[in-house]
């Protein structure tokens, strides 16, 4: 699957879940460590707002704390759609693939940068789906690029505190289990 094409379909499947919540579930609790379904989503806006910077070339010093606060306000729902919508626009931006980028571990490609927004899409889509009792399936073949992907790295994040140590799953098991279980989380 290219990697746009990834990317597209994983921040559809976390608009999907996003779409699905309910005014009294922003409160509930996520397989992510301390977080609730509105910080889950705060995340994941907070994500978006940093891509069309970095990939306009920003360092993190530049943007400075300019996204440290509340970015959901009042309406959560509607911070998510214009925080993707410019994130994917930004994405798809001739030649955004083609530069380096600045995060805060250092200068990356932007190709690596956006497989991590990826993977955090994708993995967070089924943990919002979890939290608020919405179908956990993401596309397979998206389970299966994603999967490709953390295999390859995983090692690289070990210690980072950013996943819980793996979970034992059968080795036969699809790849949506696979990629929730290696990334810490009991499938």
């Known amino acids: 699957m290219d990697l746009m094409e990834a990317h597209g379909l994983a921040m559809t499947e976390f608009d999907r879940r996003v779409r699905a919540i309910g005014p009294d579930q922003w409160s509930l609790g996520t397989p992510c460590r301390e977080w609730s379904v509105r ?5 994941l806006v907070y994500e978006q707002l940093w891509a069309p910077e970095l990939l306009a070339g920003c360092t993190p010093a530049q943007v400075g704390d300019r996204f440290d606060h509340d970015n959901l306000g009042t309406d959560p729902l509607l911070a998510w759609v214009l925080a993707a919508s410019a994130a994917r626009e930004a994405w798809l931006e001739p030649g955004a693939l083609d530069k380096p980028v600045q995060v805060s571990f250092g200068e990356i490609t932007a190709e690596d940068y956006a497989w991590q927004m990826t993977v955090d899409l994708a993995v967070h889509a089924w943990d919002l789906a979890r939290s608020i009792g919405a179908d956990e399936h993401i596309d397979p ?3 299966e690029a994603v999967l490709g ?9 070990e210690g980072s505190g950013m996943f819980e140590p793996p979970m034992p799953v059968d080795p036969d098991a699809d790849a949506q289990t696979r990629l929730i279980g290696l990334l810490g989380r009991k499938p």
């Open 149 to 157: 992907y953390v295999t390859e790295h995983i090692s690289e994040w």
């Open 39 to 43: 910080d889950l989503v705060g995340h």
């Open 141 to 143: 073949e998206l389970a």
